[in-house]
């Protein structure tokens, strides 16, 4: 199958944090993602005061305007260098604390209180840590994730989300013979056996 040559791939931590360090972060939308803007409908689905979590966030700027139109946002993010990047780009004041439940995680609160940003790995994350959700913007996160993880961070998406909320979820389509990833490639049938 096309996705054989990906299956083995691993980008760790490290790899991460060094391509935020280096600004080789070709993945953020200066702009926000289009995608979003187009389907803010199904995400809210006519709704006020949501949470929504950001998977893998870096300094997504469509945290900010989700947070403006009054709803919460929670995002997840290995890199402290990209939490903090965000929060100054948007001259937002923030205060900073750690996570008890987490070694060595911090969580990054703008101080309105809209906005909660944990620095730390995703698997360090639970429900009984995060709440759950409304809605999910999964930006980028399903196709950074490696492949053989995607299991477990699809379970807990699904362990994150309340009974009735919205999951977007974007992909990239592409020859995985021609690209190593990230971004990996996600048949669509593989996203319909993950999340069912």
Known sequence: SDVESQKERVVTEEE?????????IGFHKEQGHPLLQKYMDVLLNG????????????KAVEMKWLADMGHSVVG???????????????????CEEPVP??????????TSGNISL????????????????DGVWDRGALVAVNP???????????NLMEKNSSYLLVTVSYDPNKHKGPP????????KSLFG
């Open 184 to 191: 990996f490639y996600v048949p669509e049938s593989e996203i």
């Open 148 to 158: 053989c993880d995607r299991q477990r961070y699809v379970s807990l998406m699904v």
């Open 76 to 94: 997840v993010e290995v890199s402290e260098q990209a939490v903090k990047e965000f929060f100054s780009e948007h001259s937002l004041p923030y």
């Open 101 to 110: 439940e987490i070694s060595g995680a911090k969580m990054f609160q703008s």
């Open 118 to 133: 944990y620095c730390c790995s995703i698997y360090d994350l639970s429900s009984s840590i995060v709440g759950k959700f």
């Open 16 to 24: 991460w944090l060094q391509k935020w360090e280096m600004g080789n």
């Open 47 to 58: 709704k006020s005061g949501l949470r929504i979590f950001f998977p893998l966030c870096g």
